[in-house]
């Protein structure tokens, strides 16, 4: 009898383009250290990035013991407490959340999700982390230079950055901050390039653009901003690096500084304002998108249910991309702007609000009756849509201009962009290093400790941030060493800032927990296996694991269905992978 | 003309046209740009980001220039040539355009003779366009030098504002900077085609990348783009 079941392979189009040629390591150099391979790549980013957030997360501790209780620390000066402030917000948007999102979560997760060998230019690849560290390392050297770092906030205005009066101003310190930024961009320009041209050139049989995981979907779109987004940062660091190393006066007005006329004159502030902000927004969601994308994944595999309406959220990604171009100025309204312009930008940044409601909406109802399982992931995952929520309801207050012309510089803006864009998006990197790790090494991390990082954490992030919002409504502005004795500010503020800054230690040590874990977890974590969350997307469906370089042993995998194929009625299992062609069967080629 | 073979790569015939060959193209698996190869469609992605750098820099050159106080500089007068007895505005600023834009010219040949696989007239024309991207940066050297005896500088200027230097240094300077990458890509290309690493599918020193003759159309790609910026820059800073 002849089998007329219609072979899987039949159905998918041959394939177009031969085999990404691998540089194939000679030593332990090339294998370990200049490695080509993506997945050492991304773990280099990780750990690079983790490192330096690190002195940031020392930074905020600093930070707050000062409010907490000021001048109980004399080695914290008004000078040094500015460089804290401005290395922390720095660090933690830029060299951390920006490079491990995409540079380390992009480089492990697209080729394996889009069942590609590696990223399309492996050499440039690396080059990219190489330029990357040489970034960090000169923001690192800034904190030796004498003078010490830039004290100017992370937005960095002229012409106070590049005044005497600002710590660093006048010495290495914004010229190196600067130089940093400028490499920054040019490495992360190198990797950039390779995610996007891999997403949309080198995915494997059968993987069209609307089956690629949410993930993919997230970093893909991300990175096309951030290769948007940052020329204009570019610009304006070599502008105002002119500004002060040549003296042109592109930013700067003309000035008097301690009665000396100095010899800046014509130039406009207001123009570095757009130019960093419209970076600056995008940067928001090249930070939110990612975590979107990932998170839409955790909950869809925690909860053995599809993630619902994927098509909307596919389109929610690219249309918040897209608005998050023509909303920059929502961070201007009290630069001096036409009224008209305020109105414009508060109806974009309002209209935004549809896409993100669409994806948590969705998000609620990928949760609404599955089958939740609160592992870590899962927790983190929920505790995200939470924190985000909470961190946009305070957006819309500030969106609109007459709403936030009061709240502007109050210690509300801090609390609801660490809400929106701080804790939001490091709970889905914790979520997703506690998902990810399995593959990554072949062990689980521990559930115990996991739990406890949890849950510290997350309790934590809200005794610090939800008081923050009163103390910011009550008129405490932000980016002030201390309040001294001012009438308008009531003694319950002083009580909660001590309170916030003892929240903020112990949140800080807790991540010392999760450290011990990643180390710990490598030699004594449970064996994994190659798929412990019985998971659909790619990635848990290499030959081995951890997947060594090349990912797919002699064959790339063949893809026949999205990744969201959770408890599917009649199927064999509650999920199908996606190189999984049920109800057909497996081509006899690939069935050793 | 030749299929492009970089890895194989090559277009398919008989798709769909108009919208619904896109549709089809990005709704189907493996790639969305058919017949891009790898290096092609990263080119235009990176050039794309840098059409958003010149962008910036020209937009902060208008908006500088709006902010300054001071009168701005007479392009016309500033740019002039002063050959015998009189002023010939613009001249020399002619001259560079009309060998960027002849340089264009050189360059297309220079790909179309590379899929021709004629090896030596493709090196001729990639050596002229260096040769003319060389001549244009050693123009620009001269017009630099001499405003700098003038007495420009990017923190003033004989004639009014003070942003006139600083944002005719800068954006000509990045400008010119792209122009000099171009020139040594451009020279190592022809040696590679001189060589026959393209014949040869020989393996790139530190990529390790098979060569193929597209690399000269992606070269291509970059030195187009380099020119049509010039385009921009030459209207909105000597014209303006």
């Known amino acids: ?592 | 003309m030749a299929e492009t073979t970089l890895n194989g790569f090559g277009a398919k015939a008989a798709r769909e046209s108009g919208l619904r060959g896109v549709a089809a193209d990005w709704a189907s698996d493996q790639r969305a740009f058919k017949s891009a190869s790898w290096g092609k469609a990263m080119m235009w992605i990176f050039l794309l980001s840098d059409t958003f750098i010149f962008s910036c820099f020209l937009l902060g050159y208008m908006t500088v220039r709006m902010s300054t106080v001071e009168p701005w500089p007479n392009t016309s007068e500033v740019f002039a040539l002063h050959i015998g007895e009189t002023n010939f505005p613009l001249l020399l600023i002619a001259i560079m355009t009309f060998v960027l834009i002849s340089s264009s010219g050189t360059m297309a040949l220079a790909v179309n003779y590379a899929y021709r696989r004629n090896r030596a007239v493709t090196i001729v024309f990639l050596l002229c366009t260096a040769v003319l991207g060389a001549t244009f940066v050693g123009m620009q050297a001269f017009e630099w030098t001499k405003l700098i005896t003038e007495g420009v500088r990017p923190w003033s200027n004989p004639w009014g504002a003070p942003q006139f230097g600083a944002t005719f240094f800068m954006i000509t300077g990045f400008h010119g900077t792209h122009v000099t990458f171009g020139v040594i890509f451009l020279l190592i290309v022809a040696y590679k085609v001189w060589r026959g690493h393209y014949d040869r599918g020989e393996r790139g020193f530190f990529t390790s990348r098979r060569g193929d003759y597209e690399h000269v159309e992606i070269m291509g790609l970059y030195w187009h783009f380099v020119d049509l910026v010039w385009v921009f820059i030459f209207a909105f800073f000597y014209l303006w």
């Open chain 1, 1 to 592: 009898m002849v089998d007329a079941t219609p072979r899987a392979d039949d159905i998918i189009p041959p394939a177009e383009v031969p085999e990404l040629e691998l540089y194939h390591p000679k030593s332990w150099w090339t294998t370990y250290v200049f490695s080509q391979d993506a997945k050492v790549i991304a773990i280099q980013y990780a750990g690079t990035a983790i490192a330096i957030g690190l002195v940031a997360l020392v930074l905020s501790w600093l930070m707050r013991l000062q409010l907490g209780f000021p001048g109980t620390f004399s080695f914290i000066t008004p000078e040094a407490y500015y460089q804290f402030v401005t290395m922390h917000g720095m660090i933690m948007v830029i060299y951390l959340l920006t490079a491990l999102f995409l540079g380390g979560f992009g480089n492990y997760l697209i080729p394996l999700m889009v069942g590609a060998r590696d990223m399309v230019f492996p050499y440039v690849n690396m080059l990219s982390y190489w330029v990357y560290l040489l970034a960090v390392l000169v923001l690192v050297a800034s904190f030796f230079a004498s003078g010490g770092p830039t004290g100017a906030g992370w937005t960095l205005y002229p012409p106070q950055a590049i005044l005497s009066g600002t710590p660093g101003g006048q010495s290495w310190g914004i010229i190196l901050m600067l130089v940093s930024l400028i490499i920054f961009i040019i490495g992360f320009t190198m990797g950039g390039l390779n995610y996007v041209v891999t997403v949309i050139q080198g995915r494997t049989r059968g993987m069209t653009l609307m089956r690629m995981p949410l993930t993919v979907w997230g970093i893909f779109t991300a990175t096309v901003m951030a290769l948007l987004a940052f020329p204009a940062l570019f610009v304006a660091c070599v502008m105002m690096l002119f500004d002060r190393v040549l003296g042109t006066s592109f930013f700067m007005p003309a000035l008097v500084e301690m009665g000396q006329q100095l010899s800046y004159g014509g130039g406009s502030p207001i123009l570095f304002q757009h130019l960093f902000w419209f970076f600056g927004h995008p940067e928001v969601y090249i930070v939110a998108l990612p975590a979107f994308g990932i998170v839409s994944d955790l909950i869809s595999t925690h909860a053995r249910k599809n993630i619902f309406g994927y098509r909307m959220m596919v389109w929610a990604i690219v249309v918040i991309g897209a608005l998050s171009f023509i909303v920059w100025a929502h961070h201007m309204y009290v630069s001096g702007m036409h009224p008209w312009f305020g109105f414009f930008f508060a109806t974009t940044t309002l209209i935004i609000a549809i896409p993100t409601a669409i994806k948590v909406y969705n998000w609620v109802l990928t949760l609404w009756r599955g089958d939740i399982h609160l592992t870590v992931p899962m927790l983190f995952a929920l505790a995200f849509i939470v924190t985000f929520v909470n961190g946009g309801l305070t957006g819309l207050f500030l969106g609109n201009v007459v709403v936030d012309v009061p709240l502007s510089d109050t210690m509300f803006v801090v609390a609801h962009f660490h809400m929106v864009m701080g804790v939001a998006p490091i709970l889905v990197i914790f979520g997703a290093i506690y998902h990810w790790y399995p593959k990554m090494t072949g062990r689980m991390l521990d559930e115990r400790m996991g739990r406890f990082h949890f849950w510290v954490t997350f309790v934590g992030a809200y005794a610090i941030f939800f008081p923050m919002h009163y103390v910011g409504l009550v008129g405490v502005p932000r980016r002030y060493p201390e309040l001294g004795d001012s009438a308008f500010i009531p003694a319950s503020v002083h009580d909660l800032n001590a309170f916030i800054t003892i929240a903020a230690l112990i949140v800080g040590f807790a991540q010392m927990v999760f450290l011990f874990n990643i180390f710990w977890s490598l030699r004594h974590g449970k064996e994994a296996g190659p798929n412990p969350w019985r998971a659909t997307s790619l990635e848990w469906q290499t030959p081995t694991t951890p997947p060594p370089h090349g990912n797919w042993g002699d064959e790339r995998p063949v893809v026949y269905r999205w990744a969201y194929d959770y408890s599917v009625p009649d199927a064999p299992q509650d999920f199908i992978p996606q190189n999984d062609p049920w109800p057909q069967k497996v081509p006899a080629a690939r069935q050793a």
